[in-house]
Every structure is written in C-alpha cells, then in structure tokens.
C-alpha cells in the first residue's frame, strides 16, 4: 500500500488503518512500513488481532456487560477515543476533537466498529446513545455498511452545530445523503434504529422516521459507533430487518425550508404486497395516490408557508399498513448557510437556550444562526432556516480551498449565503490586497476572499458564465480588544483595511452587517462588556448578532435592536453583561454557578462583576445608560444585617436567586425602574451596608 500526503505541517499529518483478514487461522503477518521520500517520519501507533465470532448470524444483541471484546477502536484524530466497558454500558470518555477533526466541512472522531470481518447486506442495527459530562456538543452517531476506513455510512448528530447529518463515505470521500438543522439536546438518552436492505436505507430517531434514501454504493458490511463526545451506549441489536411493510418519506424532510413554490413528496416502502400502493396528502387533504415504484407526489403553485406531508402504504384492499409523516414543511422562504471562522460558529457561546429555535426547525448549543432564524420568522411571516457550517481558526483560504466546495456539495438547494471571514486572517501575514487587480489579488485576502464567493455565484466555476442564483452577503470583520485602547490597536488598522477591501475591492456580493463599528463605535465607545475574550463576543454579542444579520437580511424592514447596556463600567475591577442560565457563573473571577432564577428574569441583561469587589465602598461603583424604560434588579446577599444606603429606594420583590459553590446561597432581589439615560449604582460596602459576604449582581430588564 503506497500513499502520497501533500504539504504539511504540525506534529500530526495522517493516519492510516489497514485491515487483513487471514485466509486461514495460524497465518502470520509481518508489517513493515517504509518512508520513501521527503523529510519526516513514520510511526506504528497499534497493531491488534482480532478474532473472528464463532458461526457469527443474525440476531445478535450487546448489552456491554463484560467486554468490548467484539469492537474495534478505529481512531481518525490526534485526540484519541477512550472506549470502555463498565456498569454495563458502553463508555467513551475521551473528547476526540482536535484541529485535524475534518475532511473539508466533514467532521472526523472515534469510531467503534463492531467485529470488522462481518459482511453483511440487509439487516436492521440499533442502539441507545446519551452523551455526558457538564456541557457535550460534539459530533455522536453510528455506522453501518462499514467495510473499511474509507467505505460506510454514517449518521451524525451535533449540539455545537445544530444537524443530523446521513453521510457517505467511499473510496474516502465523504457526501452528504440528507441534512437537517436538528442536533441533539445534551445528556438527553436517544435511540437510534437503522435498516438497510439492499440499496433502501431508513433512518429513525426514538421510533421516529427521520431518513430515507435510496443508494447502492455500499452493498455490505459491519456496524459501529462514531464519538467525537464523550458517550455511554447500550442495547445494541443487529437483526433481520422486519418483514412488515414500512413508508418512510424521502422527500421532503421534516422541518425544512425550500425558497420555490412546490412540493415533491417521493416515499421508500419496503415489504410492500402485490397491488399496494402509496397514497400521499398535504395538509390531510389533496390525495395523490402511485401505484407504481419510486412513489412520488407533486403539489405546485403552492403559497408560502408551513406544510404536513403524510405518506400512507396500502394494500390492494386499500387498508393502510403503514403512515409517515412530516411537519413544518416550509416553502417562500430563505435557505440559508452561515460560513466563517469560529464567531460565525458561536465559539464560547455559554447561553444555549436561544438556541433551539420556538419552531423546532434548529435544534443547537451555540452560535447566531438560530437567533437569525426565529427573528425572520417572526417578521418575514414565512418559514426560513439558517445552517450553522463556521469552522474554528478558519481563515479565507481555508474557506476556499478546503470547505466551501463540501459545503455547496451538501447544500444544494440554498438561496442564500453568509460569510463571516477575516478576523484570522488579521493575525497572518497574508497580504489584504486593499487595491489589487487581476493577478495581484492571487494570495491574498482579496484573492481569497473573491475565489470563495465566485465558487459560489457561479455554478460553472471557474468558468465563471453561468450563475447558481445564490445570494451571497458578506459582514464587515468584528473589532478585537487586545489592549486598553482598541481604537488605535494595529490589529484593528489591519481590520478597517481588511474591511475597506470587502467594500470595495471584492465583488459578487452585498455588504453585510458593519460589526466592526457595532463592537466599536469611537475612541471612547465600544462593547468589549458583551466580549468573553479579547476575540470573541459572549452570548449577548452573539444575540445581538443575530438581531443585526436579520435587519441585513431584511433592509427594507429594519427592528429594533435587543437591549443592549451603553458605556458599562466599574470603577474598580472587571465588568460584562451577558446572558445567563442556571448553570452559568455570574462572576468573571469565581466558579460560583447559578442555581436558580425566576422566570421574569431570565431574558435580562445580567451585569457580571468581579466578587473580589465585595468591599467596594464607592458611592458610584457601577455605571450604564440605556435608551428604553428598564427595571434594574440588585440581587444582594440574603444574610446581610443591612443594605447600602443607595438601595433605600429599591422595592423588595420577595424574588430570590440561588448560587451554588460560593458562601451565599441565596440573594434577595430588589427592584427600581429607570427612564432612558443613566443609571448609577453604589458599590457593595457602600454606606449602610453590613454583613454581605459576596458582592451584589445586577439585572437589568426591558419594561
């Protein structure tokens, strides 16, 4: 076996499984590597025999009671897996995520794989899967048909992305069979069934039917588990698939969004009896009925809006036996995909709950895209969708040489593409290309830039004369806050540069959002406070940017912005505003955690200070202004003996927040309402206060 790797870097480039199966037990194998050119070297990581299961046949079930003896670790990322049986389940305890996690957009882990001599064709595999651990996002699914490293199908489910992806794997290229935005919610037991037979392959998600296709590229093989979070499995089965008719619509998904103005209903049916037939509905009415294979229905000139699709098998004697249905089929509305670096991703977004959007079409952990979506639907009165596809640490040749082709490959039917690029290009050496014409461009981030939106435009790239129709609008890079004054920083110069380049020197697209003079508005005016680092916005900032990619998807219809605290500081230590949720710390330099909140809270802007500044004294601690009427709460430490002298007009709500892990376990809040404008607060030990052991934390609420 001879392979040749192109140009790389790093301590890690590649890894290679090979599999032999003996013609004949007592063989022996003898394996040698070789390096043959070039500089570096090679390393054998693990060498194992596997022995073959005894007069191996379906049924066969693994209730991980004892061993992992049957299963094959087949690791394809630095960050090795760490599987294991214990208390009955089946343990990956490792996070197999590292910067070598993808083949172009697809993502890579651990895998499982369960006996890899077996060879099978038709059969139904299932097993119970729960992620673990304080907050897992990553990538959890199952193989089947896997014949080798390079050859299965997978089904992949992600929080940290929001999607459920069937995907393909052969001669080692990944494609994408069927895509939706629902990932999985954390710690949550799911249960997922999978049959295959022949080239029919259906999917189901807790008995649901989630999946079906049609494709004949892997004709056999063995199953197995795919990790790139840490997991515990049980109740694995593998048996023959169940000769009872079953209808599983193909097309279209459930909670997908299509910009035309049809419907095309196709079905795969297994078992079904001589004579039956399918008979599709929309909205429990509009009867079509096939009779003849591959069942199909079309409903045109449809208005825009949300659908029911139900596909029903029949019997000859027109008895249903078995029924399919999806919801929230959406037609006129926008398909969108949102692709960029780690912000457009929603890295160190810590508040999920707005992230699983009120129509269930995205089910997510992080990012602005479900913010995106819900704020379209709310005001645009028809169903959209905005994909999560932001890669951490990505820069714009990044995005043009290794993700946008997989990304379009798995997107076919998108109306409308954002790109959020730059802010790593910032920290390289790259050239901006502020100004460059023709072949001048090639290298920089102009260049770059161009070639990722012209892959898109044109769908005869690089030929460039036919265009794909898809809209691409492109936001102006955030600002960074590397030192005390960001508005002179250098690495902000690079950016208006880098910004000015998007305005004016690439071309196919439309200016997105201006981020860059949101977070940083003058010399003297910025919002670092909704930053969690130096780089990357906190759960407000990702909010607000949602609110804001809405208005720039919908100029003529521009909202007002979400509240948003102006000019907040403290005049001593650290302070932010965010979102927050039980289980967040409320402080920047404690691991205390939020227990509990009352619902009328939740949705405020919680002031975040440090608890090292308990014993502040100042009269005028903490400052913000505000353009709307808001209510201010003061969450103060229930055991003190009094309250600062600047609370005496503060309204006791007999409300209450808990914190665990600190030495107060329980804060009263206190209530004052506030016109637009300024708003001061005293410190925590001002005068009159007596006996708070932590400093005081603020809510500020809407009216």
Not at 69 to 91: F, H, K, P, R
Not at 159 to 175: H, I, M, Q
Not at 691 to 702: H, K, P, Q, R
Request: charged share 15%; with cysteine; aromatic share 10%.
């Amino acid at each position: 076996y001879n392979v040749t790797t192109g140009t790389l870097s790093g301590g890690y480039t590649q890894a290679i499984t090979l599999t032999y199966t003996a013609a004949s037990a007592g063989q022996t194998l003898t394996f040698r590597h070789t390096f043959q050119a070039g500089s570096g070297n090679i390393t054998l990581k693990a060498a194992s025999l596997q022995g073959e299961i005894a007069a191996f046949s379906l049924p066969y079930s693994d209730s991980f009671d004892t061993d992992f003896s049957a299963w094959t670790v087949v690791d394809e990322t630095t960050n090795l897996g760490a599987w294991s049986v214990s208390g009955g389940v089946l343990n990956q305890s490792s996070v197999a995520v590292a910067p070598d996690a993808f083949d172009q957009t697809y993502h890579l882990g651990s895998n499982a794989v369960f006996n890899p001599a077996i060879a099978e064709t038709d059969y139904r595999f299932g097993i119970d899967l729960q992620t673990t651990g304080a907050n897992p996002q990553n990538d959890v699914g199952v193989l089947f048909r896997y014949a080798d490293s390079d050859n299965y199908y997978r089904l992949s489910l992600s929080s940290r992305y929001g999607f459920t992806r069937l995907e393909k794997k052969v001669a080692g290229t990944f494609s994408t069979l069927a895509v939706s935005s629902r990932g999985f919610a954390p710690n949550q037991l799911y249960n997922v069934e999978v049959e295959a037979i022949g080239s029919t392959l259906l999917i189901w998600l807790d008995g649901d039917p989630l999946f079906a296709v049609d494709d004949s590229d892997l004709p056999q093989g063995t199953v197995g588990l795919y990790s790139q979070e840490t997991i515990i499995a049980d109740n694995m089965i593998l048996e023959i698939p169940t000769t009872q008719p079953q209808v599983v619509l193909s097309s279209p998904d459930a909670h997908s969004v299509s910009s035309g103005t049809t419907i095309t209903a196709t079905a795969e049916v297994t078992n079904l009896p001589a004579g039956g037939y399918v008979e599709f509905f929309l909205d429990d009415a509009d009867s079509v009925i096939d009779t003849t294979a591959p069942f199909s229905a079309t409903y045109s000139s449809l208005s825009p809006g949300d659908y029911k699709v139900d596909a029903v098998a029949r019997n000859s004697g027109d008895v249903e036996l078995s029924r399919d249905t999806n919801v929230q089929v959406g037609i006129g509305g926008i398909y969108a995909v949102a692709v960029g670096d780690s912000i457009v991703q929603g890295f160190l977004d810590h508040f999920a709950s707005d992230n699983t959007t009120p129509s269930g079409r995205t089910i997510a952990s992080q990012g602005f895209e479900a913010v995106l979506t819900e704020q379209l639907d709310a005001t645009t009165a028809v169903p959209n969708l905005v994909f999560n596809e932001g890669i951490n640490g990505d820069t714009a040749v990044d995005t043009m040489m290794d993700r946008i082709s997989s990304i379009l490959e798995r997107h076919p039917n998108l109306s409308r593409l954002t790109i959020g690029l730059g802010t790593n290009d910032s920290f390289t050496s790259v050239p901006t290309g502020r100004n460059c014409t023709g072949a001048l461009c090639n290298g920089t981030f102009v260049g770059n830039l161009q070639s990722v939106i012209d892959q898109v435009i044109w769908s005869d790239y690089p030929t460039n004369s036919v265009s794909s129709g898809i809209a691409v609008e492109v936001s102006l890079i955030p600002p960074v806050f590397l030192s005390s004054n960001p508005w002179t920083h250098s690495s902000n110069n690079r950016i208006r540069e880098m910004n000015d380049a998007i305005r004016f020197d690439v071309t196919g697209h439309s200016i997105g959002p201006d981020f860059f003079s949101f977070f940083l508005a003058g010399a003297s005016e910025n919002l670092e406070t909704a930053f969690i680092d130096t780089i990357h916005p906190n759960a407000l900032g990702y909010h607000l940017m949602g609110h804001i990619w809405r208005n720039s998807y919908d100029a003529s219809n521009p909202q007002p912005l979400p509240l948003v605290l102006e000019d907040l500081s403290v005049s001593s230590g650290d302070v932010k505003q965010n979102l927050l949720e039980v289980g967040d710390e409320p402080y920047l330099d404690a691991t205390d955690q939020l227990s509990s909140i009352p619902v009328d809270l939740q949705l405020g802007r919680w002031i975040t200070p440090d608890n090292a500044q308990s014993g502040n004294t100042s009269a005028s601690y903490l400052s913000f202004e505000v353009d709307r009427a808001v209510d201010v709460y003061v969450a103060y430490d229930a055991g003190a003996a009094s309250l600062p002298n600047w609370m005496s007009s503060y309204i006791n709500t007999g409300m209450t927040i808990g914190i665990s892990g600190g030495s107060t376990p329980t804060y009263n809040l206190y209530r004052q309402s506030f016109a637009a404008g300024a708003v001061v607060l005293g410190g925590n030990a001002a005068t009159g206060a007596s006996g708070a052991d932590d400093n005081y934390l603020t809510i500020v609420v809407e009216q």
